[in-house]
Nanobody
Framework: QVQLVESGGGSVQSGGSLRLSCAAS????????IGWFRQAPGKEREGVAA???????SYADSVKGRFTISQDNAKNTLYLKMNSLKPEDTDMYYC????????????????????WGQGTQVTASS
């Protein structure tokens, strides 16, 4: 069974940086999309950034220019480098993956993803 384990969350001051990691195991699809999503209590989960097996990326408008998604295939690990964090970035961040390829680039819609991690909390205080 596919397992996704997030780490790297924490508390920082506004303007600070964090790097999230997602270790994937038993995820052996040749064509895939994998990404980061976030959710605050009482709100819907939303896509933040995603990357596919070709290295194409997608970003939510709210994080463009501040967050960078990358992957290390040798380590089966996904990363999210978050710079210039704002209080509104405070959320639980989840890693998600799907064994599918989308010609228009990796999607940011929650319903497109089959596998989910347990999440890691990010807090940016003003």
């Amino acid at each position: 069974q596919v397992q996704l384990v997030e780490s790297g969350g924490g508390s920082v001051q506004s303007g600070g940086s964090l790097r999230l990691s997602c270790a994937a195991s038993r995820f052996s699809y040749i064509n895939y999309c994998i990404g980061w999503f976030r959710q605050a209590p009482g709100k819907e989960r939303e896509g933040v950034a995603a990357i596919d097996s070709d290295g194409s990326t997608s970003y939510a408008d709210s994080v463009k220019g501040r967050f960078t998604i990358s992957q290390d295939n040798a380590k089966n690990t996904l990363y999210l480098k978050m710079n210039s964090l704002k209080p509104e970035d405070t959320d639980m961040y989840y890693c998600a993956a799907v064994g599918a390829y989308y010609s228009g680039g990796p999607p940011l819609e929650v319903y497109e993803y089959d596998y989910w991690g347990q999440g890691t909390q990010v807090t940016a205080s003003s």
